[in-house]
């Protein structure tokens, strides 16, 4: 087997090891933010707050089809992280094999319902008659590069669950470079390259997307990391039923998730339109600060969840409450921290996105200054789930996200708005984050999450070790 940066993750002392990890995994997520940044200031300021607007209302679509998919690459990452803990290379590869397959044909079939049904979701957002056709525009070249995307971030969970946080790493650079460099080129033109504005991002977008993940693959074939596939394991794409069952079982609640948050999110750009083309565009420019303050949450729970599945799967349950402990203390340092410091600069950063004479600075800033601290609060309750899920319990963080969304930050935001005015909406963010992590601790406690089981993969014939499949060209040390 290959010879890769895979960690042991059973082994060692938590603190030190969640860290290595967690910190490739929160450089990817900057480059990925900083990407997204860049671009929205290369909008804002080559074309204006109409263009910016529109893009806040198609990121949040884009959400809501990634969200369609992205619960079955969460539940083949758990199963992956499982079946390395138990030294199974066949069984993670087969699980591999089977989510592509199902992986590829349903970022097909969402993007193409995505882009017949954007022209009606615009409309139900109540997307302002000046940014409907930039929103329409950029949305119908961003579904086309959401396809490569969709396979890219498949493959980089898997590489995280066998304990490689340090590929997604590079090739997130690599992606984020080409996507900056292309944006002003496409944007404004030059040369023989047309000037194709909003269009010209989205473009962007598609071929660094594209470009990525085929350098990926190269890579992991070149460095015959755990996830390739050669000879006789090409059948595993066919995905196997009994995997299919428990990546669908399993996945479709966690889909649901991130279902329950871009509804929220789209419900919550409906009400940030009614206010105005200022104010969409200073929610836009905040969440683009929020991006960043809730990096360190997501990159700890990745690491919290790849560590628990592992040692899950390794039987070693005493490791497990002390990786959630040591996570959730990371959290609170990481996030709070970084709330903090934005705090303190934030009128700066909005600048970059806004421009110093836009009404809407004023409005982003008191959006911040009300809504930003929460997220150290909801970043708790992000490495709890992470750390149940990882056992295969869904169901609770599920619910228990549906009621901190919907009838506590929504209803806070539309029951409270004719006396707030739009500050019921900044309100309903530490309302929801408090509630939810309130809830996520009591499952945590009490909710019988840990005698949830997933099965192994299932084998033909003999089990098969890490040293005993298809073979490689090296010994691939497991630490």
Not at 203 to 223: D, F, G, P
Not at 332 to 351: M, N
Not at 376 to 401: C, D, E, H, K, W
Request: hydrophobic share 55%; glycine share 10%.
């Amino acid at each position: 087997m290959a010879r890769g940066p895979q960690q042991d993750l059973t082994t060692g002392p938590i603190g030190r090891t969640l860290l290595v990890f967690a910190l490739p995994t929160l450089g990817s997520s900057i480059l990925q933010s900083l990407n997204g940044s860049i671009n929205a200031i290369w909008i804002g300021q080559f074309l204006g707050e109409r263009a910016l607007a529109a893009t806040t209302n198609a990121n949040i679509i884009m959400f809501l089809l990634i969200a369609a998919v992205f619960g079955f690459g969460m539940a083949a990452t758990i199963l992956i992280g499982q079946n390395m803990g138990r030294r199974d290379l066949d069984a993670v590869r087969r699980v591999l094999g089977t989510s592509v397959g199902l992986f590829t044909l349903l970022s097909i079939v969402t993007v193409v319902v995505g882009l017949l049904a954007a022209p009606a979701i615009l409309r139900v957002l109540a997307t302002p008659a000046e940014v409907y056709p930039l929103a329409l525009a950029y949305l119908r070249v961003i579904f086309v590069a959401m396809v490569p995307g969709f396979v890219a971030v498949l493959l980089t969970m898997a590489l995280r669950g066998t304990g490689d946080s340090i590929t997604p790493l590079k090739f997130m650079a690599l992606g984020s470079a080409i996507d900056v460099a292309l944006n002003p080129l496409l944007i404004r033109g030059f040369g023989p390259v047309p000037a194709l504005g909003i269009e010209g991002s989205a473009t962007a977008t598609l071929i660094a997307n594209t470009v990525s993940l085929i350098a990926l693959l190269v890579y992991i074939y070149r460095r015959d990391l755990p996830i390739r596939l050669h000879g006789a394991e090409w059948r595993y794409i066919l995905p196997d039923p009994a995997l299919l069952r428990t990546i669908v079982a399993k996945g479709v609640p966690m889909g649901l998730q991130m279902l329950v948050v871009s509804t929220s999110a789209l419900a919550m750009i409906g009400l940030v339109n009614r206010h105005g083309t200022a104010t969409t565009a200073a929610y836009g420019a905040a969440n683009q600060l929020w991006t960043y303050i809730q990096m360190p949450a997501m990159a700890v729970g990745a690491a919290v969840s790849a560590m628990a599945a592992q040692n899950i799967g390794a039987g070693a349950w005493s490791r497990v409450d002390r990786i959630t402990r040591v996570g959730i203390v990371t959290n609170l340092a990481l996030t709070g921290g970084l709330v903090v410091l934005l705090t303190l600069l934030h009128r700066h950063v909005l600048w970059l996105f806004l421009g110093q004479d836009s009404a809407a600075v004023d409005i982003a800033v008191r959006i911040n200054l009300i809504a930003a601290w929460s997220f150290v609060l909801f970043g708790v309750s992000m490495v709890l789930s992470a750390t149940v899920r990882a056992n295969g319990s869904v169901i609770g963080p599920l619910v228990i996200l549906a009621l901190a969304m919907f009838p506590l930050r929504l209803g806070m935001a539309a029951g409270l708005a004719p006396s707030w005015g739009a500050d019921a909406i900044w309100w309903s963010f530490p309302a929801g984050s408090i509630g939810s992590m309130l809830m996520m601790i009591a499952f945590y406690r009490h909710g019988g999450w840990r005698r949830s089981k997933l099965p192994a993969a299932p084998h033909e014939g003999e089990e098969q070790t890490m040293a005993e499949c298809q073979p490689a060209a090296k010994t691939m040390p497991v630490g």
